[in-house]
């Protein structure tokens, strides 16, 4: 029996790995059908689809930066298994705020909204504030259900399972992501509408059956002060080496991440000149590559935390980076006149490679990432793994909201959406040399042992 069968079989993982399933797969759900639903229903010009893409992902991604401290210290001091209770009954509540959200933008209802945004302004309407507000909560709960996910598994598990529980979870929530992503490609959004409260309902009931998980050290006093908080848990978790250089390296990873899922519907539309549904496809074929190079990375480590294949693998996502935009500039050469189905979008030259390209990014990208969450989950002592998981989200979300912004000034300054995906190949450049450097932190820790 393998490990990760064996993880499968056994209440102290499976309750958790099903309801981050059911988590990450309603998130994805309610955020993929409407930003396709925004993007092909509502706007009707690349900036403004790109502008809005930036916005949902920024408001996803905000709580994360602010939020996460105070998450860490909850999850540290109370039982983990608890926490995850509370917030999967809040996600019920927050869901009917999005379902809400969706039915009005189906059914057409405008009040029209202008919202300043800094160096712009977004001229909108009541449904698509409303979806974005719920999409701001769908951040806050995922903010305090990100360190638990990773740092109750050292307390549930065996040291030698940890590798492999978190790959396990990694590539879950990938199968999770794309089930969701196809999920709301193919149907119609009224039906999404009714999913998510569904989909809530269930991961609330299947939270209650994981283990109890109190805390591991000392009950120490909660700092309420966020901006006090996240500096002096940044500054005390950067403290280690191992730790520090691999959250730098998992925050660029993230940053690349976010511009991709940014770009993706509106450059499927704009560029590829391919239907909602081959959109979905994209962001699909991105999930099953990061599932994949999840599960691949911990076969090749044999279980063993270490950064040793980090670099090359984020240097070859930065090859598929290029290799992707050349193809597309390609395909602008030859660029179909209406939206393509899939099936017609599958026949066109070309599709098979780009295709290949954008799976070839996400493997590479599920291989530089794994093995830098169990750094953090290992390295760090018990008592303190959730607030190190948190430190790690507060620099995570810091560098995806800059990325977030840079993808909107560079959509405002005229740039095409294509040209962007030039900057993620940079990003894989500096994230190469961050991981070179954690794993010559990583053979020095060992050395002094």
Same mark, same amino acid.
């Given at each position: ?289 990061? $599932?994949?190079?999840?599960?691949? #990375? ?6 063993? !935390? =270490? /950064?040793?294949?980090?670099? +090359? &693998? ?94 909107? $000034?560079?959509?405002?300054?005229? #740039? ?6 030039? !900057? =993620? /190949?940079?990003?894989?450049? +500096? &994230? ?18």
């Amino acid at each position: 029996m393998t490990t990760t069968t064996h993880l499968l079989r056994r209440r102290r993982f499976l309750p958790l790995f099903v309801t981050q399933l059911f988590n990450a797969f309603n998130d994805n759900l309610y955020k993929t059908a409407m930003v396709l639903f925004v993007v092909y229903s509502i706007y009707d010009s690349e900036e403004a689809e790109g502008l809005f893409s930036a916005v949902a992902s920024g408001l996803f991604i905000l709580p994360f930066f602010v939020l996460s401290a105070l998450a860490g210290q909850l999850a540290d001091m109370y039982d983990k298994a608890a926490i995850v209770r509370k917030v999967k009954a809040c996600e019920i509540i927050l869901m009917l705020i999005g379902s809400a959200g969706l039915l009005l933008a189906w059914q057409g209802y405008v009040m029209p909204v202008t919202i300043p945004l800094g160096f712009t302004t977004i001229n909108t309407t009541f449904p698509i504030v409303l979806l974005l507000f719920a999409l701001f909560l769908t951040g806050v709960q995922s903010t305090f259900l990100g360190p638990i996910k990773y740092a109750i598994l050292p307390q549930h598990l065996r040291k030698e399972e940890v590798l492999a529980g978190t790959g396990l979870v990694e590539a879950g929530t990938y199968v999770a992501i794309l089930s969701g992503t196809i999920l709301a490609g193919w149907i119609p959004v009224e039906w999404a509408a009714i999913g998510i409260i569904g989909t809530a309902i269930a991961g609330y009931f299947v939270s209650r059956e994981i283990p109890d998980a109190p805390r591991q050290g000392a009950l120490e006093k909660i700092d309420w002060n966020i901006w006090r908080a996240s500096t002096n848990l940044i500054r005390e978790t950067m403290l280690n080496r191992e730790i520090f250089f691999a959250i730098l390296a998992i925050s660029f990873f993230w940053t690349i991440g976010a511009v991709l899922f940014i770009q993706f519907p509106p450059l499927a539309k704009n560029t590829i000149m391919a239907s909602k549904e081959v959109a979905s496809l994209f962001l699909v074929v991105f999930s099953v590559g990061v $599932a994949a190079g999840s599960v691949a #990375i911990n076969t090749l480590l044999k279980g063993t !935390v =270490s /950064a040793r294949y980090s670099p +090359i &693998s984020v240097i070859v996502m930065g090859l598929f980076v290029v290799a992707f935009y050349l193809v597309t500039k390609i395909w602008e050469a030859d660029q179909p006149e209406q939206l393509l189905s899939v099936s017609e979008f599958l026949a066109w030259p070309m599709a098979t490679i780009l295709l290949l390209t954008l799976l070839g990014i996400a493997v590479a990208g599920g291989m530089f990432v794994v093995p830098l969450y169990a750094f953090l989950t290992t390295r760090a002592k018990p008592e303190q793994a959730a607030r190190t998981i948190a430190a790690n989200n507060i620099v995570n979300s810091g560098a995806m909201v800059g990325g977030a912004l840079l993808s909107m $000034a560079l959509t405002a300054a005229g #740039i095409p959406i294509t040209e962007q995906i030039l !900057v =993620s /190949a940079v990003m894989c450049l +500096i &994230s190469a040399w961050l991981g070179r450097r954690l794993f010559k932190a990583e053979v020095q820790a060992a050395a002094a042992l």
